[in-house]
């Protein structure tokens, strides 16, 4: 029995035992290597499940739709290691309760199988050590470093470039499992903060927002970078910022449900050499 | 002919420590930089990086961001949080091509007229050196120049 059978199965039976009124998953997409999100209410729905190499989505933002969760009951949702790294860093910033979600865990190795991960529970899954470890794609890491080797007028030119092409979407925002405020900075209007047009200068303003946010917070799952419609390389900021709090606070976000949010928390030692 | 470059510095600082230091550089008649716009704020916790993206935006050409040292703090430990902000809002700028020198941060005591008042006119003289942060402004005068925005 292949895995996606197995899922299938497992879903239907979590479904019909009445553990979880929801099973967020994959189904068949519009071409045949895209798959697109499938929510199965009902054992017969579950049979739609799709999971191959092509279901690389981050499903947790589903998650936090609004009124989901709030009636108690649990969810089951199909997750790879960053997804569930998303949920504990949702779990850490009190989003989540770890018993709401069951999680049907695999993995893409070499970018073609997919492997079942052991566990239900999100304290099933002990991901630190392999998060610490984690390094993002090789070409995620080039593109940084050759960014940081620039001067500071390259730099800027280079994003300059970049975020004129931003048409203010949103799609980052809504793609992303950390974005969840309720009213985001960008839909405050009294003070206007972030420009609403999307001219260059208004782009700065939302995307270093944005990187700020979630600065420390990143599962570098790279679903930003997905969706964004005119390929700005939005992963490169949250990758930078990452690697800021891993070597200023030795901080790696989603390691376990119990840390502290980074930047909800200080050490009297913290790093200040830049302070005069 | 166009007038010398004067540089603008906009200094965020908390009421407790460097609002109060400042205060004291002018009680004392010390003598400095007359380029700097003071915003008072209630601690260091309390300044967003919106605002010293707003500042370089309209006009700034140094941001300082200035509060009571470690341990200090009015509130016990808005200066601490402070300091984890900026250490990443800091590799944030540079990252995106704001030079480091433009956004300076300090603590300084109320008892500290002296340090507020040479680290002003430390700024004033290095800015004037950098020259203006056309970066931005250039970018905002693009918007106000264009109609359809």
Avoid at chain 1, 227 to 256: H, Q, T, W
Avoid at chain 2, 129 to 146: C, S
Wanted: with cysteine; glycine share 6%.
């Amino acid at each position: 029995m292949g895995i996606q059978e197995q899922y299938r199965s497992e879903a239907a039976a979590l479904l019909s035992s009445g553990e979880v009124k929801l099973v967020i998953g994959f189904g068949a997409g519009s071409t045949a290597d895209r798959r697109r999100p499938l929510f199965a209410r009902t054992p017969e729905e579950a049979q739609k499940f799709v999971l191959d190499a092509a279901c690389i989505a981050n499903l947790s933002t589903y998650l936090l739709a609004e009124g989901l969760l709030s009636d108690g009951k649990k969810v089951g949702v199909f997750l790879k290691p960053d997804g569930i790294r998303s949920v504990n860093i949702l779990i850490s910033e009190a989003q989540l309760k770890p018993e709401q979600v069951v999680i049907l865990g695999y993995a893409i190795e070499n970018g073609k199988d997919v492997a079942a991960l052991e566990g239900r529970n999100i304290s099933d899954f002990s991901i630190g050590e392999k998060i610490r470890n984690l390094t993002p794609p090789p070409h995620v890491i080039e593109a940084a470093e050759k960014i940081e080797a620039m001067s500071a007028e390259e730099r800027f030119e280079y994003w300059k470039e970049e975020f004129s092409k931003c048409i203010k979407c949103y799609a980052c925002r809504q793609v992303c499992p950390m974005c969840y405020c309720r009213r985001c900075i960008v839909d405050v209007n009294q003070p206007q903060w972030v420009s609403t047009s999307s001219h260059t200068l208004g782009n700065f303003e939302w995307n270093l927002v944005r990187a700020f946010h979630l600065a420390g917070r990143c599962a570098s799952c790279g679903a930003c970078d997905r969706a964004c419609p005119v390929n700005i390389p939005l992963r490169l900021v949250n990758y930078r910022m990452g690697k800021e709090v891993r070597s200023a606070f030795d901080y790696v976000a989603g390691e376990n449900s119990d840390q502290k949010p980074v930047l909800a928390s200080f050490k009297q030692d913290d790093p200040e050499t830049f302070i005069l | 002919m166009s007038e010398p470059f004067e540089p603008k510095i906009v200094a965020f600082v908390c009421t407790y420590c460097t609002y109060a230091g400042a205060d004291l550089a002018g009680t004392s008649r010390l003598k400095y930089a007359p380029n700097v716009r003071i915003v008072r704020l209630p601690c260091t916790g309390r300044i967003s990086p919106m605002f010293i993206l707003k500042a370089l935006q309209k006009g700034a050409d140094s941001v300082l961001v200035s509060g009571c040292h470690p341990g200090d703090c009015h509130f016990t430990s808005g200066n601490y949080h402070a300091r984890r902000r900026w250490t990443v809002f800091r590799a944030l700028l540079s990252f995106t091509g704001i030079p480091e020198e433009r956004i300076r941060f300090s603590w300084i005591s109320a008892a500290e007229g002296a340090k507020f008042a040479e680290l002003i006119n430390e700024i004033t003289d290095d800015t004037r050196k950098l020259g203006p942060f056309t970066q931005y402004q250039e970018l905002q005068k693009v918007i106000e120049t264009q109609s359809s925005y």
